[in-house]
C-alpha cells in the first residue's frame, strides 16, 4: 500500500493545467473577442472594430498567464471561425498575437519602447509567415494579386480620362507594378507596420482600460494549484479560531469571529444586511484564505469532489457551465462516476427536461439545476451563496424547500447564505452577522411578528388623463425566417400621470419587450405606443427605462460624468459638474460624497441609485424599471420603495414597474396586469 | 447529421477554395450552399439585405475592375469571401451550439496524444459559445441605454464626437462586465472540481454523414479540375 500523500504536494508542482479562474477568463475573453471581429466582418463599415479584439487578449495577458491567452485565442477562433469562416479566425489569432504580447509587456511594467521593440520583432515574422502560405498557395496569391493590379490598371484608365491627371496615373501605375512585383518583400513590410500600428493602439487603450476595470476581486475560491487527488476530502467538522479577514481598501475587518463550529448533518442559515461579512464567511468556509486566526479542518476541502465541498452560487446564469441540463450536470464530474440525469432531475423539480437548452431556463431553474449538479457529487458539505437574492418569491420557496430537506436526505450539511430573514425558518441553526460580527447563533425563532399587511398606496385617480398608452401593441422578432417569434400580441395598456402600474409574467411572458416598446427601442410590428399622443418610437429617450443590471446602465468611470452623461448636459466646468451631480444624488437619497467617487467602487445598491439619480434628474414623464429590486436586501429595497413613491409624487410621473417578484411592490405600483405568452390576462 | 461532420466540411471547402480558387471554386460553394440550404430548408429570405451604399460600393469596384479589364477575377474573388461567409452562417443555422464543443473535443483528439490540452480547449470553446447570446443581449442593452441617452439636437462634429465616446464606453463596459463574469465563471469551474472536462457524447455516423463527405469530395474535385 502507497503512503497517502500530504494535502500540500500539489503547489510545488508545476502547474501545467489552467486553474478555474484562467478557464473563465479564457473562455469569456476569447468570445468577446471573437464576437469583436465578428460584428467587424458582417458590417464593413466599421470594419475597425475587429482591431479593437486585441484589447480582450491584453487584459487576459495582463491578469494571466500565457497558456490562458492560448486557450483564450482557441477560443475565440474557434467560434469566430463557425460565426464568419477562416477570415474570422485569422483576425482572432493575430488579435491574440497583438494582444497577448502587448499585456505581456504591461504585465512585466514596462514602457513603450518595449512594445515597440516586440512589434518589430513579431511584424517581421508574422510577415515571412505570410510569405510561405502565399508561395504554397500560389492560385490564391495569383487570385489576389490579379485583382489589385486589375483594379490600378482601371483606376489609370479612368485618370487617363482626364487630361491632367494622365502623369499621376502613369505614375501610379508603376508603383503598383513594382508593388505586385516585389510582392514578398511588401508583405512583410506591412506586417511590420500592421504590427507596430497595431500594438501601440493596443497599449494607448489597454493603459486606459486597465485604468477603468475593477482591481481583480478574485474571492480566493479555488486557486491555481489543485489539492492533490489523495487523500479523500474531509471538510467537516469544520471550526474557525479567532479568525480575522481583511480587505486592502478597508481599515475595519469585513469578518472577525472568535470561534464557530459547523458540524455534519445540519441545515445553517446566516443572515445579515449587505456588507456584514456574510458571503466573506462563506467564502473562508469554502477554503478562502483568511487574514489571521485557523480555519480546521481534519482533511482536504475538496471543492467539486465527491465527499467534499460543492458551491451554489448568486447569480444564475454565470454558474451553469454545460450547454444543455444533462451536459450541465455531467459537466466536470470524474468519469465513471455513476449519473442518474431522470433522478437528479426529479429531486429538484425539473424533470422531463433532460435535452432542454440552459439559455431556455428560467433563473428559479438555473439555481435548481446547479442544486442537482451539487447533489450529484454527493457532497458532505453544500455551501448556498445568496442563490435565492435573483430568484422571484415563489422560486425562493423551492430552493429553500429543497436545501432544507438535503440533511436528511442525503447526510449533506448544508450553510445557506441569505438577505432574507424568513429564510431561517427551516433552519436548525439561525447565525445573524453584523459589521463582521455574529450577533446571534442559535435554533430560529418562532415568527413572533405577523406578514406586515398590505399597505396601499393613494388610488390611482381615474380621471387623470393617459400619459403612457398602447393600443393592440403586437411585435414579432425575425419576422419571414424560419425563426420568426411573436413575442407580443395585441396588448393595449395606459397608465396615468403620477400613476404606477405593475406588469407581471414569467419567462417569456413578453414583459422585457413590452418595456423595450414602451421605451421606444423597438418599432412596433403593428399597433401604436405613445406618449401625450405622439409615438415614442420617434421620441426615443422621452420616456426613461432602467435596465436590471445596473452594470450596464451606467458606463462612465465617476458618478458625475455618469450623471451628466445620464442627462445628456454638457458642463463648462468640473465644480458645475459635480455640484448637479451632488443635487442629483440627493434626489434618490444618496450621500452627496459619492459624486467624485469610481463607479466601480460602488455596491449593487448604491449603483442601482446612481443609475435612477441620471434618469430622474432629467424629469421624465414616464419611467420604465425592469425589475430594479433583484438583488438587494429588504430593507434596500423598502428604502428604494419609498424614494420612488416620493420622487413619482413629487413629479407627477407615470411608472411601469416590469418585475416577476410580488414583495414590496403594491404600494408603488398598486395596478397589476400580467403577461402569459405574449397576451394580457 | 453529426456536428463534427459539418466542422470537417466546412474546413475542407475552405481550405480547398483557398487553395484552388477559381471558377471551379465559385461553382462547388455554390452547389454546396444551395443544397444544404434545401436539405435544411432553409429559406433565401434569411440573408440579410445590405444596404445601398454597400452595393453602390461592389458597382464601382466592378466598373473600375471592367476598365482594367479584370471583371472575370473580382467577380472570382467576391464570391469565394462571400460564399465562404455563406458556409459559416449555414453551419450555424442548421447545428445547435450545444453540439459543436463535443464534436471538437472529438476531432481534435489526436492532438491530445501530443500532449496538448484538447479537452480544455473544447470546454473554452463551450463557454465562449454559451456565453455569447449573454453577450449580445449586453451589447443590445448599453447600445439601448446611449440611445435613450442621446439628445436629439446633436448634429456634425459634436455626434461624431459622442458617437465616439458611445463606442468606447461601449468597448470598456463589455470589458468591465466579461471581467466580472470571467471571476464567477472560475468559481463555478472550481466549485465543479477545477477541471474543465465535457461530458463525452458519443458519436454516431450516419448515412448522411457519409453523404455529405462524399458530396464534398466529388465538389472539391470539381474544382480542383476547373481552374
Redesign the interface.
Known amino acids: 500500500m502507497s503512503a497517502p500523500r500530504t494535502p500540500f504536494v500539489a503547489w510545488r508542482v508545476a502547474p501545467a493545467e489552467l486553474s478555474s479562474a484562467e478557464f473563465g477568463a479564457a473562455g469569456l475573453l476569447g468570445g468577446l473577442a471573437a464576437a469583436t471581429v465578428a460584428v467587424g466582418k458582417v458590417l464593413p463599415h466599421v470594419g475597425v472594430l475587429e482591431l479593437l479584439a486585441t484589447i480582450p487578449f491584453a487584459v487576459l495577458a495582463v491578469q494571466h498567464r500565457a497558456r490562458a491567452v492560448v486557450t483564450g485565442a482557441i477560443a475565440g477562433a474557434t467560434v469566430a471561425l463557425l460565426l464568419v469562416g477562416l477570415g474570422g479566425l485569422l483576425t482572432v489569432c493575430g488579435c491574440a498575437l497583438i494582444g497577448g504580447a502587448v499585456g505581456w509587456v504591461k504585465a512585466r511594467r514596462r514602457g513603450g519602447w518595449t512594445v515597440l521593440g516586440c512589434a518589430l520583432v513579431l511584424g517581421p515574422l508574422v510577415g515571412i509567415a505570410a510569405d510561405a502560405v502565399l508561395v504554397l498557395f500560389a492560385p490564391l496569391r495569383e487570385l489576389a494579386l490579379g485583382s489589385v493590379t486589375h483594379l490600378a490598371a482601371g483606376v489609370t484608365v479612368a485618370l487617363h480620362g482626364i487630361p491632367v491627371l494622365s502623369p499621376a496615373a502613369e505614375y501610379l501605375r508603376g508603383v503598383i507594378d513594382l508593388l505586385v512585383g516585389t510582392w514578398w518583400v511588401w508583405v512583410p513590410v506591412a506586417a511590420t507596420i500592421a504590427a507596430v500600428g497595431g500594438m501601440l493602439v493596443t497599449w494607448r487603450l489597454l493603459i486606459a482600460a486597465v485604468a477603468r476595470l475593477a482591481p481583480d476581486r478574485a474571492d480566493g475560491i479555488g486557486g491555481r494549484t489543485r489539492e492533490a487527488e489523495w487523500p479523500p476530502p474531509a471538510p467537516l467538522p469544520v471550526s474557525l479560531n479567532a479568525i480575522e479577514v481583511h480587505y486592502p481598501s478597508a481599515s475595519a475587518p469585513a469578518l472577525a469571529i472568535e470561534r464557530l463550529d459547523i458540524s455534519p448533518g445540519s441545515f445553517v442559515v446566516v443572515t445579515g444586511a449587505n456588507g456584514s461579512g456574510k458571503s466573506t464567511l462563506l467564502h473562508a468556509l469554502a477554503g478562502a484564505p483568511v487574514t489571521r486566526g485557523r480555519v480546521e479542518r481534519p482533511g482536504p476541502i475538496g471543492l467539486g469532489r465527491v465527499g467534499g465541498t460543492a458551491l451554489v452560487l448568486q447569480r444564475p446564469e454565470t454558474q451553469v457551465l454545460g450547454m444543455t441540463v444533462t451536459e450541465d450536470l455531467a459537466w466536470g464530474l470524474p468519469d465513471g462516476h455513476p449519473l442518474d440525469v431522470p433522478a437528479a432531475l426529479a429531486e429538484v423539480g425539473l424533470s422531463g427536461l433532460e435535452h432542454r437548452s440552459t439559455s431556455a431556463l428560467s433563473g428559479g431553474q438555473l439555481q435548481r439545476l446547479a442544486i442537482a449538479a451539487a447533489i450529484v457529487r454527493r457532497p458532505a458539505l453544500l455551501l448556498s451563496d445568496e442563490s435565492t437574492a435573483m430568484v422571484d418569491s415563489a422560486g425562493r420557496d423551492g430552493i429553500i424547500g429543497l436545501l432544507a430537506g438535503l440533511p436528511r436526505r442525503h447526510g449533506i450539511t448544508v450553510v445557506h447564505v441569505t438577505h432574507f430573514e424568513a429564510e431561517a425558518r427551516q433552519a436548525d441553526r439561525h447565525i445573524v452577522l453584523a459589521a463582521g460580527r455574529v450577533v446571534r447563533d442559535a435554533p430560529p425563532a418562532a415568527p413572533d411578528r405577523p406578514t406586515r399587511p398590505v399597505e396601499r398606496g393613494p388610488a390611482p385617480q381615474p380621471d387623470s388623463p393617459a400619459v403612457l398608452e398602447a393600443r393592440d401593441l403586437s411585435y414579432t422578432y425575425a419576422p419571414g425566417t424560419p425563426w420568426a417569434h411573436r413575442a407580443l400580441r395585441n396588448v393595449s395598456m395606459e397608465v396615468a400621470a403620477g400613476e404606477g402600474v405593475r406588469v407581471e409574467g414569467g419567462n417569456g411572458s413578453g414583459k422585457s419587450t413590452l418595456a423595450w416598446l414602451l421605451a421606444g427601442l423597438l418599432v412596433p410590428s403593428s399597433g401604436t405606443c405613445t406618449l401625450d399622443g405622439r409615438p415614442v418610437d420617434q421620441q426615443v429617450g422621452a420616456v426613461s427605462i432602467a435596465f436590471q443590471h445596473s452594470r450596464l446602465q451606467v458606463q462612465r468611470p465617476t458618478v458625475d460624468a455618469e450623471i451628466a452623461s445620464a442627462a445628456a448636459r454638457g458642463f463648462a466646468s468640473e465644480a458645475e459638474r459635480v455640484e448637479f451631480a451632488q443635487r442629483a444624488l440627493a434626489l434618490v437619497d444618496l450621500d452627496p460624497a459619492l459624486a467624485r467617487r469610481p463607479v466601480d467602487a460602488l455596491s449593487g445598491g448604491q449603483l442601482k441609485r446612481v443609475a435612477l439619480a441620471g434618469i430622474l434628474v432629467r424629469r421624465p414623464r414616464a419611467l420604465i424599471l425592469d425589475e430594479p429590486f433583484a438583488g438587494l436586501d429588504p430593507a434596500s429595497r423598502d428604502a428604494l420603495v419609498e424614494t420612488l413613491l416620493r420622487i413619482r409624487e413629487a413629479q407627477a410621473m407615470a411608472i411601469v414597474l416590469i418585475t416577476h417578484d410580488v414583495v414590496g411592490a403594491d404600494r408603488l405600483c398598486p395596478r397589476v396586469i400580467s403577461l402569459r405568452q405574449g397576451i394580457l390576462r | 447529421m453529426w456536428a463534427g461532420t459539418k466542422?470537417v466540411v466546412?474546413l475542407v471547402i475552405?481550405v480547398t477554395c483557398?487553395?484552388?480558387?477559381?471558377w471551379g471554386a465559385v461553382a462547388a460553394l455554390t452547389v454546396v450552399l444551395v443544397a444544404s440550404a434545401a436539405a435544411a430548408?432553409?429559406?433565401p429570405?434569411?440573408v440579410p439585405v445590405p444596404p445601398l451604399?454597400?452595393w453602390l460600393l461592389l458597382a464601382v469596384?466592378a466598373?473600375?475592375?471592367?476598365?482594367?479589364?479584370?471583371l472575370g477575377?473580382?467577380v472570382?474573388?467576391l464570391a469565394?469571401?462571400f460564399g465562404?461567409?455563406g458556409?459559416?452562417l449555414m453551419?450555424?443555422w442548421t447545428t445547435?451550439?450545444?453540439e459543436?464543443?463535443?464534436a471538437?473535443a472529438v476531432i481534435g483528439r489526436p492532438l491530445s496524444r501530443l500532449g496538448l490540452?484538447v479537452d480544455?480547449?473544447a470546454?473554452?470553446?463551450?463557454?465562449?459559445?454559451?456565453?455569447?447570446?449573454?453577450?449580445?443581449d449586453?451589447?443590445r442593452?448599453?447600445a439601448?441605454?446611449?440611445?435613450?441617452?442621446?439628445?436629439?439636437s446633436d448634429r456634425g462634429i459634436r455626434a461624431a464626437r459622442r458617437a465616439l465616446r458611445d463606442w468606447a464606453?461601449?468597448?470598456?463596459?463589455?470589458?468591465?462586465?466579461?471581467?466580472?463574469?470571467?471571476?464567477?465563471?472560475?468559481?463555478?469551474?472550481?466549485?465543479?472540481?477545477?477541471?474543465?472536462?465535457?461530458?463525452r457524447?458519443p458519436v454516431r455516423l450516419g448515412a448522411p454523414d457519409a453523404a455529405a463527405l462524399t458530396a464534398v469530395i466529388l465538389v472539391c474535385g470539381l474544382a480542383a479540375l476547373l481552374?
Open positions: 466542422v466546412l475552405t483557398l487553395a484552388l480558387p477559381g430548408r432553409i429559406p429570405s434569411v451604399w454597400f469596384g466598373a473600375v475592375s471592367l476598365l482594367g479589364a479584370g477575377l473580382y472570382q474573388a469565394i469571401s465562404v461567409l458556409l459559416g453551419l450555424g445547435p451550439v450545444d459543436i464543443p463535443p471538437l490540452p480544455t480547449w470546454a473554452a470553446v463551450g463557454i465562449s459559445l454559451r456565453t455569447l447570446p449573454l453577450l449580445l449586453e451589447i442593452i448599453i439601448a441605454v446611449q440611445r435613450v441617452r442621446r439628445p436629439p464606453d461601449l468597448g470598456v463596459t463589455l470589458l468591465a462586465v466579461s471581467v466580472r463574469r470571467a471571476a464567477e465563471i472560475g468559481t463555478a469551474t472550481a466549485a465543479r472540481g477545477g477541471r474543465p472536462v465535457l461530458a457524447v481552374p
